[in-house]
């Protein structure tokens, strides 16, 4: 039986209405594809704190995760994701990335250039097609 994993990922938009894009490493799993930072709930934890928690040890970023924005479930190869996309607010600090290859900002429009990491393809769609 494969393993579920509860996995929260931030969607950060700058005063530019850009939002934050995240590109794994070639080290990670699902290596070289684009994704909405953020990382594991551990247990006992709820995943607004959870989320703050990820960004601020992954890219020493100080956010407020606000309300979950898309929730799905993907199949992997080897485990299921459960995806809750949070809509975040950066407070204060550069986002620096620490284990991911790169980050960049991009428009609504221009978010499908990029190539997603399956699980984070559905909250894609939806803020491309959210009015702002």
Known sequence: MKKTVKVVAAIIENEKNEILC?????SMSIPNMWEFPGGKVEEGEDVYSALE???DEEMNGNITATEVFNQNIHEYENFIIELIAIKSNLVEGTLVPKEHSKLIWLKRENLASLQW???DIPAVE???TEKV
């Open 53 to 55: 928690r990820e960004i």
């Open 117 to 119: 990491a399956p699980a």
């Open 22 to 26: 995240a590109l794994r490493s070639p």
């Open 126 to 128: 939806q803020l491309i």
